[in-house]
C-alpha cells in the first residue's frame, strides 16, 4: 500500500514538471521565432545579395543606400574623346537623370511576388532569395546634348581644311591640310550609350576627315605673276590661261616688269604659232574622213617639224595659191580672234598681201616690233585652241558654229592629234611631267643679227587633275637669253600644273 501510495504522488508531483519543461520550450521557440522574425525582417528592409540595378550590384543595401548608389556612378562625367583632345561631359548638363524610385518599385514588384512566409520559410532554412535585374531607367534631353555638341565641342576642336598654299619665291604649292569635323548624328547614340553604362563611360567621338580642296584660282594668277616677276625678264610678256573645265581665265601682261592692262591685248610676231591657225583653214577645206596622203604629210611636217614650206605649201595647194594667208585671216575673223592674222606667205621675199591694224598692234603703251606678215595674241591664240578642245570632246564651240559642218569633230579630234605629235622637250614641255598629254604649237623669231627676240608657246595640257590651255608670248628688243625665255615659259607651265596637282597632305592616323 505504502508503494502504491508513493507511485501516485510521484506522479502527481511528475506532472506539473512535465507542463513546466513544455511550457518553457514553448516560450524559448516562440523568443527564438520572434528573433528570427525580428532577423528577418531586418533582412527584409536590404535588397537581395544578387540584385542588380542598372547593371550597379546593390545587393545588401537598404533602398535608400542603393538609390545613393546608383546616383554616384551615373553621375560621374563621360569622357568624349575627340582626336587628341579629352573633353568631360557633365550628365547633369544634358539634364541626364536616373528614375531610382521607378527602380526600387520595380524590385518591390518582384519580391512581392513571394509571400512573406515563403521568404521567412526559407529565411529559417537558409536559402538565399534569388537575386534581381532591373534595368536602368533614366532620361535626357537629345536636344540639349545636340545643342552641347553644337556649340561646345564643334567651334573648339572642329579643323576646317586649309587648301594648298602658293610657296613664295618659287612656282609650287605647299600641301593642304585636312579638316575634320564631328559627326554630330553618328556622335548622339555613342555618347547614349555612354550615359547608360556603368562602366563603358568613354566615347570616342566619330569624326569625318575632309581632305583639302585645290588651291584657290586666285593663287593660280598670283604665282603665274610672280614667276614672271622672279624671271627678271625685262621685255614684254604677255599670258593667257583657261581652265577648261570651270572657263575661268586668267589673262595678262607685263612689260618691262610692271603690269600693263588687258584687254585689248598685246600683238606679238605670231612666228609658228600661226601655223594652228592654218591648220584649223586647210581642215575646214578638205574632207577629214579622206585627207588625201601629200595634205596629211604636209600638216604633218607644218607641225611636228615646224617646217615653213609645209605651211605655204598647204596655204597654195589647199587655200588659195595667191591668196590663202588672207583666207587664213578672214577664217581667224569669222571666229572673233581681231588680233590674229596672216598676210603673206613664209618664203623669203613673199609679197605682203595687206596691212593689218588690230586692237593690238595699235596700242601706244607696248610695242614688240610684231611682223606686219604675221601676227597674234596670247588670248587669241588660247582661245582658239579652247575651240577645238570643245569642238573634239563636245562638239560644240565657235567652230562648229562658225563654220557648221564644214569643220567636224573628227577633224578636231584630228588637230588636236597632230598637235599632239609636236615634241620638243622644252619652253611648256619641260614644266610638266615627262607623259603628260599636250598638244601644242610653239615658235620663236631671231633678227637680222641672229638673235631670238621672240618666243611663244601655246597648248592645251592635260594633267590627272584637270585640263588647261596654257599660251604665253615674249619679246625683247635685242635679245632672248635662251635660258631665260625658255626658262620663263617652263615655269609657267609647271606652276599651272602643279595647281591642278597640288602635293597631297601627310596621311594621319583615323581619328
Not at 123 to 134: C, D, T, Y
Not at 380 to 408: K, N, P, Q, S, V
Not at 460 to 466: C, D, M, N, R, S
Request: a negative charge; charged letters at 20%.
Amino acid at each position: 500500500m505504502e508503494w502504491a501510495a508513493g507511485r501516485r504522488l510521484t506522479r502527481t508531483a511528475g506532472i506539473p514538471l512535465l507542463r513546466w519543461l513544455s511550457l518553457f520550450l514553448f516560450l524559448t521557440g516562440l523568443a527564438l521565432l520572434v528573433v528570427e522574425l525580428n532577423r528577418y525582417t531586418q533582412f527584409r528592409t536590404r535588397l537581395p545579395a544578387d540584385t542588380v540595378m542598372g547593371g550597379v550590384p546593390v545587393g545588401g543595401l537598404t533602398p535608400e543606400e542603393a538609390a545613393q548608389r546608383l546616383l554616384t556612378v551615373y553621375s560621374r562625367p563621360v569622357e568624349l574623346r575627340y582626336g587628341d583632345a579629352r573633353i568631360w561631359l557633365d550628365p547633369n548638363t544634358i539634364g541626364f537623370q536616373v528614375d531610382t524610385q521607378a527602380m526600387l518599385a520595380a524590385v518591390t514588384r518582384v519580391r512581392e511576388q513571394r509571400s512573406f512566409w515563403q521568404g521567412f520559410w526559407g529565411f529559417l532554412w537558409g536559402r538565399r532569395p534569388p537575386g534581381i535585374q532591373v534595368p536602368l531607367i533614366a532620361t535626357y534631353s537629345r536636344t540639349r546634348l545636340r545643342d552641347y555638341l553644337e556649340r561646345e565641342i564643334v567651334p573648339r576642336y572642329d579643323q576646317p581644311a586649309q587648301p594648298p598654299q602658293p610657296i613664295v619665291g618659287t612656282n609650287r604649292f605647299a600641301p593642304g591640310q585636312p579638316g575634320y569635323v564631328l559627326d554630330i548624328e553618328a556622335a548622339i547614340p555613342r555618347i547614349e550609350q555612354a550615359l547608360y553604362s556603368p562602366t563603358q563611360r568613354v566615347v570616342v567621338l566619330p569624326v569625318r576627315r575632309l581632305d583639302p580642296e585645290g588651291p584657290a584660282f586666285s593663287h593660280l594668277e598670283v604665282l603665274m605673276e610672280q614667276v614672271v616677276q622672279l624671271s627678271k625678264f625685262d621685255g614684254v610678256v604677255g599670258v593667257y590661261f583657261l581652265d577648261l573645265q570651270s572657263g575661268r581665265e586668267i589673262h595678262f601682261a607685263y612689260a618691262q616688269g610692271k603690269p600693263i592692262p588687258v584687254p585689248p591685248d598685246v600683238a606679238f610676231t605670231g612666228a609658228s604659232v600661226i601655223k594652228i591657225p592654218i591648220m584649223v583653214s586647210v581642215f575646214r577645206r578638205v574632207d577629214g574622213t579622206r585627207i588625201p596622203p601629200e595634205v596629211a604629210r604636209q600638216l604633218e611636217n607644218m607641225i611636228a617639224e615646224s617646217g615653213n614650206e609645209a605651211a605655204d605649201w598647204l596655204m597654195k595647194n589647199v587655200l588659195d595659191p595667191n591668196l590663202g594667208p588672207l583666207l587664213v585671216t578672214e577664217d581667224m575673223q569669222a571666229l572673233g580672234l581681231e588680233n590674229t592674222f596672216l598676210a603673206g606667205f613664209f618664203a623669203p621675199g613673199s609679197p605682203l598681201l595687206q596691212r593689218f591694224e588690230t586692237p593690238g598692234n595699235t596700242r601706244e603703251d607696248v610695242f614688240t616690233d610684231p611682223d606686219p606678215y604675221n601676227q597674234t595674241s596670247p588670248a587669241d591664240m588660247g582661245t582658239l585652241l579652247a575651240d577645238i578642245y570643245r569642238c573634239a570632246y563636245h562638239d560644240t564651240g565657235a567652230l562648229r558654229a562658225a563654220f557648221g559642218d564644214e569643220i567636224t569633230q573628227d577633224e578636231c579630234q584630228t588637230m588636236l592629234a597632230i598637235l599632239g605629235e609636236n615634241r620638243i622637250a622644252v619652253l611648256f614641255e619641260a614644266g610638266i611631267p615627262d607623259g603628260t598629254q599636250i598638244e601644242h604649237k610653239h615658235g620663236w623669231v631671231s633678227n637680222l643679227n641672229g638673235y631670238i627676240t621672240t618666243i611663244g608657246d601655246a597648248g592645251i595640257i592635260h594633267t590627272p587633275k584637270g585640263t588647261f590651255v596654257l599660251s604665253a608670248f615674249i619679246w625683247h628688243p635685242e635679245q632672248i637669253i635662251w635660258d631665260v625665255g625658255a626658262g620663263l615659259l617652263a615655269d609657267l607651265a609647271e606652276a599651272a600644273y602643279n595647281f591642278y596637282n597640288p602635293p597631297q597632305p601627310s596621311t594621319e592616323p583615323a581619328r
